[in-house]
T-cell receptor, first 114, second 114 residues
Framework: AQRVTQPEKLLSVFKGAPVELKCNYS??????LFWYVQYSRQRLQLLLR??SRESIKGFTADLNKGETSFHLKKPFAQEEDSAMYYC????????????????FGQGTILTVHP | KAGVTQTPRYLIKTRGQQVTLSCSPI?????VSWYQQTPGQGLQFLFE???????NKGNFPGRFSGRQFSNSRSEMNVSTLELGDSALYLC?????????????FGPGTRLTVT
């Protein structure tokens, strides 16, 4: 069974400060990792995925298989980054039977103060 | 392109009743997943449908069931409602099951059981 842990329920930073949202996972196979974000009164949306190795809205995340982590980072936080962030894992199954099953962490509420 | 829609948006039921929630995926999407979101348990996977077949099921009792129609629309049903079923039920659709894999979430149906 897989598990995703986000140790911080709340995270507060000031505008312009670096921010790091932690995510650790446990899974015996090779997972796909995602970060989802939910802004106030908006629906949950994909922020980035480790496969793409992309930077979205200044955020990056690197999959560290040794430490089983997928921390989300941004060098300079902005007020509009305030939101709920979820780390999620999808089992990578060559048989194609587990594609839809995302396991989410408990989420971290990020507040960026002016 | 219209996003994922869910109906109804809010629902109040009493214990013992049953409820049916509906999800219309993005046009062209064939995979639909359902999640339950509660403050205590966070986001938990319920089930996934692809081409009218249930492909994955989470750890929920048999009172929770679902189905998918030929037009990819999906419904989930909860019978014999319990107070603990009060939650936000999210539906997510994706193009298909293979990579690149991205789930698009609906706004959710808020179910309150009294």
């Amino acid at each position: 069974a897989q598990r995703v842990t986000q140790p911080e329920k709340l995270l507060s930073v000031f505008k312009g400060a670096p921010v790091e949202l932690k995510c650790n996972y446990s899974y015996s196979g090779s997972p796909e990792l995602f970060w989802y974000v939910q802004y106030s009164r908006q629906r949950l949306q994909l922020l980035l995925r480790h496969i793409s190795r992309e930077s979205i809205k200044g955020f990056t995340a690197d999959l560290n298989k040794g430490e089983t982590s997928f921390h989300l980072k941004k060098p300079f936080a902005q007020e509009e980054d305030s939101a709920m962030y979820y780390c999620a894992l999808r089992p990578s199954n060559a048989g194609g039977t587990s594609y839809g099953k995302l396991t989410f962490g408990q989420g971290t509420i990020l507040t960026v103060h002016p | 392109k219209a996003g994922v829609t869910q109906t109804p948006r809010y629902l109040i039921k009493t214990r013992g009743q049953q409820v049916t929630l509906s999800c219309s995926p993005i046009s062209g999407h064939r995979s639909v997943s359902w999640y339950q979101q509660t403050p205590g348990q966070g986001l938990q996977f319920l089930f996934e449908y692809f081409s009218e077949t249930q492909r994955n099921k989470g750890n929920f009792p048999g009172r929770f069931s679902g189905r998918q129609f030929s037009n990819s629309r999906s419904e989930m049903n909860v019978s014999t409602l319990e107070l603990g079923d009060s939650a936000l039920y999210l539906c997510a659709s994706s193009l298909w099951q293979g990579p690149p894999y991205e789930q698009y979430f609906g706004p959710g149906t808020r179910l309150t059981v009294t």
